[in-house]
């Protein structure tokens, strides 16, 4: 990418700071545009927040570096405290874990150890679920439905005599779809009296859903899976959480080497900050918002098929190019989702910032034209 373009994105990201966020100005929240990665790609591939770590979250991480000779015991249950409270629970209902994905590494042990059987549908978050087949478990994948959501009454038939858990992902990665409460709630109401269900809640907070958290005081088979990589921005400080009922907790404390252990002191330090600045996060959900009703406007004027999105990326089908999507994408310097599914080429775009859609859009327009 040219010292222009650089100067020119990064322009256009502080002109933001026009705008306003109801009584609270933009100007004074909107100061963790990130800088231009030194190979000067534009990621837009793994669902990450562009706008993040916010303010308090990064003043946290650098008073943590000064601690981060020591063990950050005290630190760590004080977080696990912290989101207890947040969800009516207490800290007995928290597991911390180096981000969400170090505790569904827990998930595969837990189905795996008996040689168990789990059901999850496909296409969702799978990089878990290798490791659950490598250590002996087996699976069954279900189709999603046509507009691509989860089919409930296809996993409820995919379950065997020698099924342990079920796993959904709400919203769904990489669909962006998302279930009805009233008939989700009944679905995990009536499963998880004969199995785990571990129910990943990574971009729950892009939608005014309620989580599934109100289970696991008295539900000793549910398991909610949390995340402060995605609207949080701290996926590269690895940190994440599950809620369950304190034996449950118990059981995946004990298949952890160090219990609570795996997020580092200035992790944790970040993750205990960003719950307390919500005016951050109300502007990256109102931005992330804004540029996905311009992405949506772009697919419909170029007839390309997309699916309404509760998240922070959009899934859509390049059936009508014909050549590599992704590498053409590639050339003009935007990393973006590879093809998920072979059939009317369906793929996945992570939301930028204002700048970063406008190269994209640029990109799309001359890729199609």
Known sequence: MSTNRRLWLKQSSLAL???????????????????????DFIRLTSNENPYGPSPKARKAMSEAILRSNRYPWDDTTKLREKIGKRFNLTKDHVIIGAGSSEILGLVAQYVARDKSHFVAPDNTFRIWRRAALDLGATMTKTDLTQDKKFDLPAMEKAITGNTKLLYICNPNNP??????AAAFKNFVTEMSSKYMLAIDEAYLEYTKQPSMADFVASNKNVLVLKTFSKLFG??????????????????????QPWPNAGASATAVAAASASLDDADFFDMVIQKNQVEKNKLYSLYQSLNMPYIESYSNFVYYSVSAYKGDWQKELEKRNLLCGGIVEEKEKWTRITIGTEAEMAVYTKAVKEMLA
């Open 17 to 39: 700071a026009g705008l306003t966020l109801g009584s609270k100005s933009i100007t004074a929240l909107d100061q963790t545009i990130t800088a231009t990665p030194a190979d």
């Open 175 to 180: 669909t962006g779809t998302i279930l009805d």
């Open 234 to 255: 701290l996926a590269g400080a690895r940190i994440g959480y599950a809620l369950a009922h304190p034996d449950t907790i118990k059981l995946f404390n004990s298949m």
